[in-house]
């Protein structure tokens, strides 16, 4: 079984950064593919960014161009540099890992129990 931990949400200001961590435990989980998925109150969960163990990345057309993913894969750890934060971008954020090294679902295996993010304007 796979355990993650995200941490680094917060309260900011419209234009102020954060930076999201989130940490795979419980057994080693080498590779895969690791994202960030976030929910808005009354909203869907949403795809936010992925890394894949080819290093191949995707973003949401919302978040491109502000958000960065990173990942350290010795450490299984996986990372959400945002930039420039929105009012838009309030909303817990979640930490996903999936066994498959080049997934490309919205149905990963495992998923961290979510840090808020809240950015007023």
């Known amino acids: 079984q796979v355990q993650l931990v995200e941490s680094g949400g917060g309260l900011v200001q419209a234009g102020d950064s954060l930076r999201l961590s989130c940490e795979a435990s419980?057994?080693?989980?080498?590779?895969?593919?690791m994202g960030w998925f976030r929910q808005a109150p009354g909203n869907d969960r949403e795809f936010v960014a992925t890394m894949r163990m080819n290093g191949g990345i995707e973003y949401s057309d919302s978040v491109r161009g502000r958000f960065t993913i990173s990942r350290d894969y010795p450490r299984a750890t996986v990372t959400l540099q945002m930039n420039k934060l929105m009012p838009e971008d309030t909303a817990i954020y979640y930490c996903?890992?999936?066994?498959?090294?080049?997934?490309?679902?919205?149905?990963?295996?495992?998923w961290g129990q979510g840090t808020q993010v809240t950015v007023s304007s």
């Open positions: 419980g057994r080693t989980f080498v590779g895969g593919t």
């Open positions: 996903a890992a999936d066994s498959r090294p080049y997934y490309n679902g919205n149905e990963y295996e495992y």
